[in-house]
């Protein structure tokens, strides 16, 4: 990978919501994307990957969508909660065990 | 538990020393990566290990050098340390096509 761009840097929403944070990347030959959450503190991890075979892929309350073509990728939160509060990056990389090339980061603010 | 063991959690160091921090992968993993995240950025690669050789390295200096032991633990070593090293360095074990585990991270500071 060599850049991956993530917007927002913030986002708020109130409890319920959904929340939907982008990533965009350059590298054609990226084929595995991961999003990792990382609360204050603590180490990043993995909530749901998607690799390029695929379009779109769900579990519960997460989704992830990837359109190759157009080289972005999203995560999709739905009926946000409180603990959901947290820095999400998008990641990408040539395969699930490469290097993976993160973005800046989203901070999400569920308020209850 | 992430099952990905590094060591210390924090440390303190002064300007122009030497630092060594340890991972113990996740059982069953044979591959270790060490990525920088400094306060506010995602992580950064730095090296990649597997079969105890460097497979893969990140824009980071010759100051930042690493090893891998048989049992598949990893080391990073900086040397000649600077402010700017300062910052979370995470070791994430893997193997084949399974994905990355993250560790809990060394807090770096240097002084």
């Known amino acids: 990978g060599e850049n991956v761009e993530q917007h927002p840097s913030t986002l708020s929403v109130q409890e319920g919501d959904s929340a939907v944070i982008k990533c965009t990347y350059s590298?054609?030959?990226?084929?595995?994307f991961p999003w990792y959450k990382q609360e204050l503190g603590k180490r990043p991890q993995l909530i749901i990957d998607?690799?390029?075979?695929?379009g779109e892929k769900k579990d519960q309350r997460i989704a992830v969508t990837l359109n190759k073509t157009a080289k972005h990728f999203s995560l999709h939160i739905t009926e946000t909660q409180p603990e959901d509060s947290a820095v999400y990056f998008c990641?990408?990389?040539?395969?699930?065990?490469?290097?993976?090339?993160f973005g800046k980061g989203t901070m999400l603010l569920v308020s209850p | 538990d992430a099952g990905v063991t590094q060591s210390p959690t924090h440390l303190i160091k002064t300007r122009g020393q030497q630092v060594t921090l340890r991972c113990s992968p996740k059982?069953?993993?044979?591959?270790v990566s060490w990525y920088q995240q400094a306060l506010g950025q995602g992580p950064q690669f730095i090296f990649q290990?597997?079969?105890?050789?460097?497979?893969q390295r990140g824009n980071f200096p010759d100051r930042f050098s690493g090893h891998q032991f048989p049992n598949y633990s990893s080391e990073l070593n900086v040397n000649a340390l600077l402010l700017g090293d300062s910052a979370l360095y995470l070791c994430?074990?893997?193997?084949?096509?399974?994905?990355?585990?993250f560790g809990s991270g060394t807090r770096l500071t240097v002084v």
């Open positions: 994430a074990s893997g193997r084949t096509d399974y994905g990355y585990t």
């Open positions: 590298d054609s030959a990226s084929n595995y």
């Open positions: 998607i690799r390029s075979n695929v």
């Open positions: 990641a990408e990389g040539p395969s699930g065990y490469s290097t993976l090339t």
């Open positions: 059982s069953g993993h044979d591959t």
């Open positions: 290990y597997y079969e105890e050789e460097e497979r």
